[in-house]
């Protein structure tokens, strides 16, 4: 089975551009959770759903950040406008179930911001 | 307040010692799961453990062990015979059933072995 699948891999953008980060879940996974991790701050939760439905977003930054799930198989984090401390290691991760088992985690967007 | 905390922050050891990395968590909830994670150099994470609060028997995997006690909230991991290999950020982690599928990590511990 394919696992948690990421793109992209790398992104390089200027201060200011819109970056869009996409995440597909594991087939039958039906939570879904957005990590940042920075040397500074380690790995932070952004966001997670389950269901799709948003549940805890308060570790998303600020307004500039937005995740959305419109189905069970995709997933989007957007940064608009980005900047250089938003420059980081993007994961997304997902598991089956509610509270039990392990997450299962993507290889990561790493964004750098000029 | 931390409901994980690895209070090693780097640890270094040479080939072939045995080391433990050390995790504390806190919980009111009685049923919870425990989880360890690796972070090698390239950067993904990569699963290792799943415990729950009911089954507090020890677990041995090849080199790696692991040491679940309740009484001090503590889920210790040992490499024995450690290797170049094992260089890594170790990540340990908690999930409480009742708390709508949050998960927590700890700060993690990076490990280098040296040859």
């Known amino acids: 089975d394919a696992g948690v699948i990421q793109s992209p891999r790398h992104e390089v953008t200027e201060m200011g551009q819109e970056v869009t980060l996409r995440c597909k879940p594991i087939?039958?996974?039906?939570?879904l959770f957005w990590y940042r991790q920075t040397m500074m701050r380690g790995l932070e939760l952004l966001i997670y759903?389950?269901?799709?439905?948003?549940?805890?977003d308060s570790g998303m930054p600020e307004d500039r950040f937005s995740a959305k799930m419109p189905n069970a198989s995709f997933s989007t984090l957007k940064i608009q406008p980005s900047e250089p401390r938003d420059s980081a290691v993007y994961f997304c991760?997902?598991?089956?179930?509610?509270?039990?088992?392990?997450?299962?985690f993507g290889e990561g967007s790493r964004l750098t911001v000029l | 307040a931390q409901k994980v905390t690895q209070a090693q922050t780097e640890i270094s050891v040479v080939e072939k010692e045995d080391v433990t990395l050390d995790c504390v968590y806190e919980?009111?909830?009685?049923?919870?799961?425990l989880f360890w994670y690796k972070q090698p150099p390239s950067g993904e994470l990569v699963f290792l453990i799943r415990?729950?609060?009911?089954?507090?028997q020890n677990e041995i995997s090849g080199r790696y062990s692991w040491n679940f006690q309740k009484s001090t909230s503590s889920f210790n991991f040992t490499i024995t015979a450690s290797q170049v290999v094992d260089s890594a950020v170790y990540f340990c982690?908690?999930?409480?059933?009742?708390?709508?599928?949050?998960?927590?990590f700890g700060t993690g511990t990076s490990l280098t072995v040296i040859p």
């Open positions: 991760a997902s598991r089956a179930g509610m509270n039990t088992g392990e997450l299962f």
């Open positions: 919980t009111r909830d009685t049923t919870y799961y």
């Open positions: 982690a908690l999930s409480e059933a009742g708390a709508g599928n949050q998960f927590y």
């Open positions: 759903f389950n269901n799709n439905v948003p549940i805890d």
């Open positions: 087939s039958g996974h039906n939570s």
């Open positions: 415990r729950n609060s009911f089954d507090e």
